[in-house]
């Protein structure tokens, strides 16, 4: 499964940007799906994932509130609306797919990454 990301930029503080995430194929259908971030000089963090049927999602506590993830039903698509951005989240975001129906915060809990998609938040 090959994971394709993009809707990355240039953005000023409380600017909105959307991400997507389409995968090669319908496998991730069936699983959750999550994204992640990674700061310059920073370890990658969870920022949002959703289960396989879209009902159930999870938000790092900095992102609440201004970030929503969401996927098309039944197809291998994800994204996240970023609202209010903020210079510190800077980073690049990559979306990937869990290995089971529920996301997780746990990097272990997924076993395909896209690319990366880099959005920066200026002041």
């Known amino acids: 499964v090959q994971l394709q990301a993009c809707g990355g930029g240039l953005v000023q503080a409380r600017d909105s940007l959307r991400l997507s995430c389409v995968a090669s194929?319908?496998?991730?259908?069936?699983?959750?799906m999550g994204w992640f971030r990674q700061a310059p000089g920073k370890e990658r963090e969870f920022v949002a994932g959703?289960?396989?049927?879209?009902?159930?999602?999870y938000y790092l506590d900095s992102v609440k509130g201004r970030f929503t993830i969401s996927r098309d039903k039944g197809k291998s698509v994800v994204y996240l609306q970023m609202n209010s951005l903020k210079p510190e989240d800077t980073a690049v975001y990559y979306c990937a797919v869990a290995r089971g129906a529920w996301a997780s915060s746990s990097e272990d809990a997924y076993h395909y990454w896209g690319q990366g998609t880099l959005v920066t938040v200026s002041s």
């Open positions: 194929r319908r496998t991730s259908s069936n699983n959750g």
């Open positions: 959703i289960s396989w049927n879209g009902g159930t999602s």
